[in-house]
């Protein structure tokens, strides 16, 4: 994506700190310490859907247009917020799937990379004007700064790092609540920041059902 030249002059003025380029055989680039670009499989949307980049971080009553109605909360985690608009250019609704392993990435690297944790998906409906989705995301650098409200983002890949898809596999069909939010963080860190799970982890993600 291309930034405006006052958008990247502003950034440059704040001091963000970019991500650099990583090895397309480096599936740890943007996870734990690495400050490198992401890499994965790339996300392919539905025919006639447009993401609005770039992402800005949830706030509330500052992510919803009062006309829209249905306000969807997607997602599970707590570091990471992101208020997600879908442009729909067809005459009818179009049902998005974001994929478990899907990552959003900071412009700033100081900053976590997020993390969808299990698939979501939901209906778009047609009309010039973004629908808006509330997205909570996991966090894959525990060193970096908690998600803030004047941090940006956009659609990175699909993680294909084993140790992380492993993971979701343990998730996947698991009904995951608020109350198991500090469980899989943990869980992630220690596969993203460690040296994988740890006996406590996976007792953790066992008692969820």
Same mark, same amino acid.
């Given at each position: 994506?291309?930034?405006?030249?006052?958008?990247?002059?502003?950034?440059?003025?704040?001091?963000?700190?970019?991500?650099?380029?990583?090895?397309?055989?480096d &599936?740890? /680039?943007?996870?734990?310490?690495?400050? *490198?670009? $992401?890499?994965?499989?790339? #996300?392919? +949307?539905?025919?006639?859907?447009?993401v609005?980049?770039?992402?800005?971080?949830?706030?509330?009553?500052?992510?919803?247009?009062?006309?829209?109605?249905?306000r969807?909360?997607?997602?599970?985690?707590?570091?990471?917020?992101?208020?997600?608009?879908?442009?729909?250019?067809?005459?009818?609704?179009?049902?998005?799937?974001?994929?478990?392993?899907?990552?959003?990435?900071?412009?700033?690297?100081?900053?976590?990379?997020?993390?969808?944790?299990? &698939?979501? /998906?939901f209906?778009?409906?047609?009309? *010039?004007? $973004?629908?808006?989705?509330? #997205?909570? +995301?996991?966090?894959?650098?525990?060193?970096?700064?908690?998600?803030?409200?004047?941090?940006?983002?956009?659609?990175?890949?699909?993680t294909?790092?084993?140790?992380?898809?492993?993971?979701?596999?343990?998730?996947?069909?698991?009904?995951?609540?608020?109350?198991?939010?500090p469980?899989?963080?943990?869980?992630?860190?220690?596969?993203t920041?460690?040296?994988?799970?740890?006996?406590?982890?996976?007792?953790a993600?066992e008692?969820?059902?």
């Open positions: 994506m291309k930034l405006p030249y006052f958008i990247i002059g502003a950034i440059f003025a704040i001091g963000v700190s970019f991500a650099e380029p990583a090895s397309a055989h &599936t740890r /680039a943007g996870i734990g310490r690495s400050k *490198e670009t $992401p890499v994965g499989r790339p #996300l392919e +949307l539905p025919d006639g859907i447009v609005r980049e770039p992402i800005g971080a949830y706030i509330e009553d500052h992510c919803f247009p009062e006309e829209q109605e249905v969807p909360q997607e997602g599970h985690g707590a570091n990471i917020q992101l208020c997600l608009g879908f442009t729909n250019t067809l005459p009818t609704p179009v049902t998005i799937s974001l994929p478990a392993g899907l990552i959003f990435v900071s412009f700033d690297t100081r900053s976590q990379n997020g993390l969808l944790i299990q &698939t979501e /998906a209906e778009v409906p047609p009309g *010039e004007n $973004p629908y808006f989705v509330s #997205l909570s +995301l996991q966090c894959l650098n525990a060193s970096r700064s908690t998600g803030r409200a004047r941090d940006t983002y956009h659609v990175g890949p699909i294909q790092d084993e140790p992380i898809t492993q993971l979701i596999r343990m998730l996947d069909g698991k009904a995951l609540a608020d109350e198991h939010i469980a899989v963080q943990n869980a992630l860190w220690s596969v920041d460690g040296d994988g799970l740890l006996p406590r982890d996976r007792d993600l008692a969820i059902h």
